[in-house]
């Protein structure tokens, strides 16, 4: 991934991010597509109750079925201290084993961390 100066210090500096906001991207394996969106109807009771333990609420996934492109959001106090509260739980390395299946081989199932920028309440 390419950096650009000029804008990595706008996104480092900008007033309009939000510690409590967190948005992320992934991909999934095209011929997989249907599979994964349906595991997601079912997903644990144990993983969902681990999210909102660790303070995750307000998430949602979003696909665009012609690409893979699963886009992730949620809210919490403190959303960098949400996400590794659960990345450090026992049920989120148990599920995050079963979803690596569906995404994309090299670095798709890796989220990459979108930065805010812009924020109209």
Not at 10 to 24: D, E, G, Y
Not at 44 to 65: H, T
Not at 109 to 120: M, N, P, R, S
Request: proline fraction near 5%; include cysteine; hydrophobic fraction near 40%.
């Amino acid at each position: 991934m390419t950096t650009v100066p000029a804008l990595d210090e706008t996104l480092a500096t900008t007033s309009q991010s939000s510690p409590s906001r967190a948005c992320f991207l992934l991909r999934v394996r095209p011929e997989k597509l249907a599979e994964y969106a349906d595991v997601h109807q079912r997903v644990w009771e144990e993983m969902r109750s681990a999210l909102s333990r660790a303070g995750w609420r307000n998430y949602s996934l979003f696909l665009d079925p012609s690409s893979g492109l699963v886009v992730g959001y949620y809210e919490a106090d403190d959303a960098r201290a949400a996400s590794e509260a659960i990345a450090a739980t026992g049920v989120n390395a148990r599920w995050q084993r079963e979803m690596a299946q569906y995404f994309e081989p090299g670095g798709g199932g890796e989220a990459q961390t979108l930065h805010q920028y812009f924020y109209l309440p």
